[in-house]
């Protein structure tokens, strides 16, 4: 039973990783987020990018989606048509308890976003704030359980009028007298989705539970990355979720026992989509030069991401956070071919020089890296890469070997896999 979690902001190549070892589980499952998510795995040259189904269920896997998590009915319903098409054999299992995506939250989340310009977020624009936000206030919330049941009209009627005022504010509706139509409109279209999702509404916890005594293997499936959690992340440019440890947890309704192994995945440099600090970020030539040989564009909302050196201070944080027992290595293709590589080791703040990670956005606006220079490696080509992935790890440049060994000490967590290609064979595992 093991755990994928993101080191950093998200997009750390955590479908990659979950597609190289889905081969030995049985069952894989989401505990956190929603369709603000996006997991790409690459099969050959066949591109899969999953936002709401976890990504083992390309390879057979029994596919989760837990309480913790927020969905858009008419998005996960595309998907599952979609990878349906694509002729893979889904079972899938949706928690009752997760909470449901409206099409206002969605227009109140873009709304929010353009009325707080000085507070500006740079969500997804996906609904995943408000959604959650009403989850908290409990009676303006619908979920799963409530879409698939025979009187979710009168459920969905009782909210909308909890949220007549807001609805008005975001020129929703124009009036109350305009409710029940809205209302209407609604319930047609989300009638049609419950009709087909009911089928895989059930007790998750219980089929877990069951699972696991019956010695079936849980792999769980982290989205975003630690440094967006909305507890011990970058507040408040975080998610709305808890894509750390505990989340599992509270996401699935399963005790900490069932997890025997955290192995949290970081790039080998740092990317950030959407606002907020992010101390290691790099502008120019070198930035342009990660971003395209990275392809460092958002697998949901295809904007470019923000591009920096590896921040050592940031991912011992996060490794702690976390528990983390094991390092998945991504991306370390994207560095060769530079002369010099950074790693953040320390940060100055106010005049100090400080080992630890301050969250508050307001400090670590402030504060300026301590870099250590590193040797880089030469250009290595996609082939060369291959024949290296072959090889195994004693095939790698001497200072690649070096790079990676310093982030092991540093962290003091062993690095077991390194990848350095999108697709599954271009993968080293060390023992
Ligand atoms: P996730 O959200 O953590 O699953 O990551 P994304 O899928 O959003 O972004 C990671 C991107 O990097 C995807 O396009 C992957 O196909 C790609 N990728 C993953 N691992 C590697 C790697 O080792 N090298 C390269 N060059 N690309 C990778
Ligand atoms: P995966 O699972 C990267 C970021 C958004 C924004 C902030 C809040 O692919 O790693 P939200 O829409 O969640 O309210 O946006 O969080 N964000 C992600 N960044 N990868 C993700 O998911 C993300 N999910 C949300 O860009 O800064
Ligand atoms: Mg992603």
Redesign the pocket.
């Known amino acids: 039973m093991s755990v994928v979690i993101?080191l950093q902001w998200?997009?750390?190549?955590?479908?990659?990783?979950?597609d190289f070892l889905a081969k030995d589980f049985d069952i894989v499952a989401r505990f956190n987020g929603g369709n603000n998510?996006?997991?790409?795995?690459?099969i050959k040259d066949e591109?899969f990018?999953?936002h709401l189904i976890p990504?083992g269920v390309v390879r057979g896997l029994v596919g989760v989606l837990g309480n913790g998590m927020v969905i858009d009915p008419g998005i996960l319903v595309n998907e599952i048509n979609s990878i349906k098409n694509r002729g893979i054999n889904l079972d899938l299992k949706i928690s009752y308890k997760a909470n449901v995506i409206m099409p206002y939250h969605k227009i109140i989340d873009r709304g929010k976003e353009i009325k707080n310009s000085s507070r500006k977020i740079g969500t997804t624009g996906r609904g995943i704030g408000p959604a959650y936000s009403d989850k908290m206030k409990r009676n303006e919330a619908l979920r799963i359980d409530d879409l698939v049941s025979d009187n979710f009209y009168e459920k969905l009627k009782d909210v909308l009028n909890l949220k007549k005022e807001e609805l008005i504010i975001y020129d929703i509706i124009r009036n109350v007298a305009e409710l029940e139509d809205y209302t209407k409109k609604i319930y047609s279209e989300y009638k049609n989705y419950s009709f087909i999702l009911k089928d895989y509404v059930c007790d998750v916890t219980e089929y877990l539970y069951e699972a696991h005594s019956g010695g079936k293997k849980i792999l769980f499936e982290g989205?975003q990355?630690t440094l967006l959690d909305i507890d011990h992340g970058t507040f408040p440019f975080v998610t709305s979720s808890n894509p750390t440890i505990g989340g599992v947890f509270t996401g699935l309704g399963i005790p900490p026992s069932f997890v025997k192994k955290v192995i949290g995945?970081t790039k080998a440099y740092t990317t950030r989509v959407g606002r907020g600090p992010f101390p290691t970020e790099i502008f120019g030539r070198l930035a342009n030069r990660i971003r395209e040989?990275?392809?460092?564009y958002?697998?949901?909302t295809g904007r470019p991401r923000r591009c920096g050196w590896l921040d050592l201070v940031a991912l011992k944080y996060s490794c702690r956070i976390n528990g983390v027992n094991e390092i998945a290595l991504?991306?370390?293709?994207?560095l060769s071919g530079l002369d010099e590589i950074k790693v953040a080791i320390a940060y100055e703040l106010d005049g100090k020089t400080i080992e630890y990670f301050p969250t508050s956005a307001e400090k670590l606006y402030k504060v300026k890296p301590v870099y250590t220079t590193l040797k880089g490696w030469e250009g290595i080509d996609n082939d060369e890469w291959e024949k290296i992935s072959r090889k195994g790890f004693e095939a790698l440049p001497d200072t690649a070997k070096e790079y990676i060994g310093f982030i092991e000490d540093f962290l003091k967590v062993p690095i077991k896999i390194i990848?350095?290609?999108?697709e599954r064979n271009?993968?080293i595992v060390r023992d």
Not at 37 to 42: C, D, E, I, R
């Open positions: 993101g998200g997009d750390e190549g955590k479908g990659k990783i979950v998510a996006g997991h790409t795995v690459m591109v990018k999953f990504s989205a990355g995945v040989k990275g392809y460092e958002g697998t949901t991504t991306k370390l293709d994207v990848s350095v290609g999108a271009m993968t």
